[in-house]
């Protein structure tokens, strides 16, 4: 079997899909891995590291040649599917929703495409969460980036002039990320509040050394321990209640996110506005329409004294780290759909089967088969 890593294609995009050690691993497995030329350069892993671990190093187009499965970390573009050969088999953040013309794509190369956001939370399929290893990395960056910008210092301080407070953060969403940002935020010294729409990520929150802000809202707890989707009524409840904690903050990052939906509306221009001149605001869901009515995606916006930074594609600002988780998780995912070298995919398997979109040309994933049926003319 002959596995593909081309070279990430999407704007500042800097991980790789496999990295040296994985590629070693899997050519002792018995796979074929061509890695296109300069694929791991950004991550600062140089071609000579895969040529030491048995991989092949070439252009696309021979990377590409013969290859069984091809591995990226975003999604393909359309042009770069069609140089996928026939019945071609992809692994990759595909996030279909948002990626309905490379899924057609897909279906005419009679391909199969396993997308990663999609993989069941189960603990079986922990190994191969890609999901969250990105997530620990974004909320790492989060804190720093939070701490980079803010005027004041994160601990406190005890010196001859006088004592410096520590910073007051407040991470909105516990998830993975969260509670990053929050162990992060916790070892430069900061005082840490956190608020979680679940009433289980009190116990996360307080384990890290910070306090959890209970708002008397009914929890939301949703499949795979994601949060659902709030409606109307209880996000404008919730940023009503929040709007304190936010003024009294003088760092406030939020990762709320449902997976394959917009990103829920935390942080309006009102509550910033009643934030004190130098705070910041870090969003790590701007990528998904933000939490925060002024982000902008990539950009810091200044706006009364206040600093709201846009997270765009955070894993990609710790290349290496990143990479190497993301290719961890690849590479046991892989362990179910390869056997003896061969790619020999279970689909009675809930993990294969919950990831997949696309089977031999045909849609198998529901809400991408209903967003392409109400597509059509």
């Known amino acids: 079997m002959k596995l ?24 002792g497995a018995g796979i074929e891995v061509a890695v296109q030329s300069g694929a791991g350069a950004a991550a600062h892993f140089p071609d000579g590291a895969y040529l030491d671990k048995g991989a092949t190093v070439a252009d696309l187009t021979s990377v590409l040649e013969g290859a069984d499965v091809v591995v990226r970390v975003q999604a393909p573009t359309p042009e770069e599917v069609r140089r996928c050969g026939e019945g071609t088999t992809l692994v990759s953040f595909l996030q279909p929703a948002s990626q309905l013309p ?15 956001d999609l993989l069941p939370r189960i603990s ?7 999901l969250s290893s990105q997530a620990t990395v974004s909320g790492y960056l989060a804190a720093l980036a939070a701490a980079q910008r803010l005027p004041k210092f994160f601990p406190m301080f005890m010196t001859a002039a006088g004592t410096v407070p520590p910073a007051k953060v407040l991470v909105l969403g516990a998830g993975v990320a969260g509670l990053q940002a929050i162990a992060t935020a916790r070892r430069l010294g900061a005082q840490v509040r956190a608020y979680d729409v679940r009433a289980a990520a009190k116990e996360e929150v307080q384990s890290l050394g910070a306090a959890f802000v209970e708002l008397g809202l009914e929890t939301q707890e949703g499949s795979g321990g994601y949060a659902r989707e709030q409606s109307q009524e209880f996000l404008a409840r919730q940023r009503e209640l929040i709007g304190n904690e ?6 406030v ?7 394959g ?61 990143a990479s190497f988780l993301y290719a961890r998780n690849v590479f046991n995912f892989l362990s179910l759909i390869v056997a003896e070298g061969e790619l020999r995919p279970d689909f009675d ?29």
């Open 261 to 321: 939906r917009k990103a829920p509306l935390l942080v309006t221009t009102a509550m910033v506005e009643r934030m004190a001149e130098g705070s910041v605001v870090v969003d790590m869901a701007a990528d998904g329409g933000g939490n925060v009515e002024l982000t902008e995606p990539g950009a810091d916006v200044e706006h009364n004294g206040v600093t709201v930074h846009g997270m765009a594609n955070p894993p990609s600002g710790l290349p290496t780290h």
């Open 253 to 259: 990052i939020t990762t709320a996110a449902v997976p």
């Open 246 to 251: 936010v003024a009294a903050s003088d760092v």
């Open 349 to 377: 398997d809930e993990v294969v089967a919950g990831c997949c979109v696309v089977r031999a040309g045909e849609v198998v994933h529901a809400e991408t088969a209903q967003l392409l049926a109400e597509e059509s003319p």
């Open 4 to 27: 593909a890593v081309p070279t990430e294609t999407r704007p500042g995009e800097r991980r790789v899909a496999v990295v040296p050690e994985v590629a070693g691993r899997m050519v």
């Open 124 to 130: 079986r399929a922990q190994s191969m969460d890609a």
């Open 102 to 116: 490379v899924v057609r794509g897909l279906l005419a190369q009679k391909a199969t495409a396993f997308s990663l």
